[in-house]
């Protein structure tokens, strides 16, 4: 393949400094290759392709100055429907917010924009992040773009759907136990979920707020490291934005130094649970293998708190929930039931037309583990259980710096065939862990099983994000799995 929509980030910024392309160029191709497969794969919830038109010519006018802003200029770029954007719908999958236009821009989208990215559109996603399939959108589903009969996962489905399909050329996501972890593994891509408190949440929607995080989806891991460089950092709008300074993420990818002699790598033996499919297993142990080959020293480690980590998460994640989503009351913004003069009928019918199942499920779980008599029982549990999973993992790296599992116990799994939530519930149970401990961790490419993507997920310390990005970076080095394009498509 020689089109531009299959350049990775860094060959296109080469060459649109070079001069040798443009971005109105590289725009147009990303939104002939949108309406070449978006009917297939239905990535998104807003195509917005005369502003990214409009964004491209202003790129192109920086080169013309000679301005070399950012590696991102002039890149076109996809954003999950949940990351607030100025006069802009934000749907975040909810017939709540349908009509949406936030009055402001998030943080990471007032850094892209000064950063002069290209926007092509809104992504599909499950309705306010909760689900791991992206079925759970008040829209349409989103299809994978390696099997158009199966889920790319989710609740980030349509961010990775459009980066594997090259409809972007990067995404971004929000992960609070696994949502961007979980659909790149599925979809073949890079998916990051940075330390909580390095991306500011300003502008994000809120699902849980102690577990959420914005970060990137991308086709390679040094298209990933310039993605989450041009979001992460400080911001006095967020409290819980970490104040320390940002490391460089592309230092040391330069893909001539593949060695990873003197990484200590663990493999959480807790990580192997029942239920992985074999082909997953089979995938990600030669991963491993091909990390020892490249010098690592590799052993088992025991996080032994890990088979509580999804329970404690349906506690804590619904909880929050609970209490964020009780903003939607048809009085401050969103979706307003009119029909009648009475006020408590006019609160009741909001929450119930404009909230699907899986929320509503969410908020009565979350409000009843916070009701009194339950909260201690329930909620002050899980947040115990959270605090013994977090010195899990302190110990495990005082030991190692990176731990490897599969990112996913199964491959993409057919849409409609996970009905029961629980089984859906369990998509994240490698993914949840990292959330609940705060730590940063990223899917990538990992090879495959039965033709369909098999991801390897990296876990790393807070603030770690150079160091699971060298590995990744390495392991791409002797790998071509990243390099795979999906089948299903044309
Ligand atoms: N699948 C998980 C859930 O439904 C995680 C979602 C997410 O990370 N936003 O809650």
Redesign the pocket.
């Known amino acids: 393949m020689s089109e531009l929509y299959t350049l990775s980030i860094t060959e296109a910024g080469d060459l649109l400094r070079r001069r040798e392309i443009s971005s109105v160029e590289l725009t147009r191709a990303h939104l002939e290759r949108i309406r070449a497969v978006e009917d297939k794969v239905k990535a998104f919830t807003l195509i917005t392709d005369e502003l990214a038109l409009q964004q491209a010519e202003e790129a192109d006018r920086r080169f013309s100055q000679g301005d070399t802003l950012s590696p991102l200029t002039g890149i076109p770029i996809a954003i999950k429907d949940v990351i607030s954007t100025k006069g802009i719908t934000t749907t975040c999958g909810s017939n709540m917010l349908k009509d949406f236009k936030p009055p402001f821009d998030a943080t990471v989208m007032e850094r892209l924009n000064a950063a002069g990215i290209v926007m092509l559109g809104k992504t599909n996603m499950?309705e306010f992040?909760?689900?791991?399939s992206t079925e759970h959108s008040a829209f349409f589903e989103t299809h994978n773009p390696w099997d158009l009969e199966r889920t790319p996962g989710?609740?980030?489905g349509g961010s990775a759907a459009a980066v594997a399909a090259g409809m972007a050329m990067g995404a971004y996501g929000?992960?609070?136990?696994?949502?961007?972890r979980?659909p790149g593994s599925l979809c073949n891509v890079v998916g990051l979920k940075p330390t909580y408190g390095r991306v500011s949440r300003f502008g994000l929607v809120a699902?849980?707020s102690s577990?959420?995080q914005i970060g990137p989806f991308a086709r390679s891991a040094r298209d990933a490291a310039l993605l989450l460089q041009a979001v992460a950092g400080p911001d006095p709008r967020d409290a819980t934005c970490s104040p320390r300074a940002v490391a460089d993420y592309s230092e040391g990818l330069n893909g001539t130094n593949t060695s990873l002699k003197g990484m200590r790598i663990g493999v959480p033996e807790e990580y192997w649970v029942e239920g992985t499919q074999p082909g997953v297993v089979k995938a990600v142990r030669a991963d491993i293998e091909r990390l020892r080959e490249l010098g690592a020293e590799v052993s088992e480690v025991s996080l032994p708190h890990t088979k509580y980590g999804v329970a404690a998460?349906?506690i804590i994640?619904p909880a929050e929930a609970s209490a964020n989503l009780s903003r939607y009351d048809g009085v401050k913004y969103g979706y307003s039931y009119r029909d009648t003069d009475d006020m408590w009928e006019a609160l009741e019918k909001t929450r119930q037309n404009g909230f699907g199942p899986?929320v509503k499920r969410?908020i009565m779980l979350g409000t009843y583990a916070l009701s009194s008599g339950y909260y201690d029982a329930y909620y002050k549990q899980a947040e115990k259980v959270r605090a013994l999973i977090t010195r899990d993992f302190d110990r495990a790296f005082e030991q190692f710096d990176v731990l490897v599992s599969p990112a996913t116990p199964t491959v993409a799994f057919k849409l409609g065939e996970i009905s029961d939530p629980y089984q859906?519930?369990l998509?994240?149970v490698f993914?949840?862990p990292a959330?609940l401990a705060g730590i940063c961790g990223v899917s990538i490419p990992g090879g495959f099983s039965d033709g369909l993507p098999v991801g390897l997920q990296l876990l790393g310390n807070i603030f770690a994000e150079d160091v699971i990005l060298r590995v990744a970076d390495a392991f791409e080095q002797v790998t071509d799995y990243h390099k795979q394009w999906p089948q299903a498509l044309p």
Not at 129 to 132: K, N, Q, V, Y
Not at 174 to 180: A, E, K, L, N, R
Request: charged content about 20%.
């Open positions: 499950d992040a909760m689900g791991s989710g609740s980030s929000s992960d609070t136990g696994g949502s961007i979980q699902f849980a577990l959420d998460y349906y994640a899986e969410r859906m519930y998509q994240d993914t949840i959330n």
